[in-house]
């Protein structure tokens, strides 16, 4: 018996016109260019609400005014020889950030709502792309709380480094953190579902994250287990490089800088593998 080779179609045939105009699989290379569009979605949202940028803006204004300075006269917490308005104001940087990004499954759930969601995942656009520049259209929200409460501090007499590719460093930390914060909100959606049991679970991680951070107080005056808990909180390693950019308190911002981009990558790799289930 012998075989027979399975030979290939003629080049003008059907069948290898067929095979030309069959679709491929989604590569890599628009994958910049449809996070890109993502982000631009989410940024355009802004000109419905423009008051947004200007309420958010109202809190971090409150912490520098109030509490900053109150506690700058006080000398309560030590700070070396750094004035603690000048201590506080990276760490209120921060703070902007995680607030604007840990409420953003909210608004993943309202897509799933709306029917918005489920036609966009049946497009062939990867699900980490959708994540993504959802992610950093948060960092870039956050950049507005940024310029706010750099100007501020600058205004109250706090001493930054101007060096500009310092400021380049804070702002991609700032989007850094809030890209896995709106990462690990929109984890937390995948898993709640539910727009009101989010609120209340994002209400309960924000403050625990902050107060476990180095955002108000050193590292050095908290008791043992807030040190442990703090050094497991991505938002001090984002507090800690943002004090050594703007005001020059030494810091290791290779581990920083390493820290917040494997954090980022895990909270896309988690939110991706869970965003399904919300249109179901």
């Known amino acids: 018996m012998k075989s027979v080779a399975l030979a290939a179609p003629p080049a003008g045939s059907a069948e290898a016109t067929a095979a030309a105009n069959r679709p491929k699989p989604p590569g890599l290379a628009g994958y910049p260019r449809k996070v890109g569009t993502f982000c631009l979605v989410e940024l355009q949202k802004l000109s419905h ?3 947004e940028l200007f309420t958010r803006a109202v809190q971090p204004v409150l912490w520098m005014v109030i509490y900053g300075e109150t506690f700058t006269r006080t000398h309560a917490i030590p700070t070396g020889h750094l004035a ?3 201590f506080l104001a990276p760490g209120i940087v921060a703070q902007s950030g995680l607030f604007v990004a840990i409420f953003y499954g909210i608004q993943i759930i309202w897509e799933r709502d709306a029917g918005i969601l489920t036609k966009l995942l049946v497009t062939p656009t990867p699900r980490s792309a959708l994540i993504v520049g959802k992610a950093f259209s948060a960092g870039v929200r956050a950049l507005a ?4 409460v750099l100007a501020l501090s600058a205004v109250l007499g706090v001493a930054l480094d101007l060096n500009v590719l310092h400021l380049l460093g804070s702002f991609v930390m700032v ?3 809030s890209a896995f914060f709106a990462c690990l909100s929109m984890t937390v959606a995948g898993v709640v579902m539910k727009r009101d049991r989010l609120m209340g679970i994002g209400q309960l991680m924000t403050m625990p994250l902050f107060f ?11 008791p043992a287990w807030l040190r442990a808990l703090s050094r497991c909180n991505p938002l001090s390693y984002e507090v800690e490089a943002l004090r050594d950019l703007l005001v020059g308190t030494p810091a290791n911002l290779g581990l920083d800088f ?8 895990a909270g896309v790799t988690a939110a991706s593998s869970l965003v399904g289930r919300l249109a179901r």
Do not use: F
């Open 49 to 51: 609400d423009r008051t």
């Open 84 to 86: 603690y308005l000048a």
């Open 145 to 148: 709380q940024v310029v706010v």
């Open 175 to 177: 989007m850094l953190g």
């Open 212 to 222: 476990a951070s180095n955002a108000l107080y050193p590292v050095a005056i908290m």
């Open 258 to 265: 390493g820290v917040m981009a494997l954090a980022v990558v």
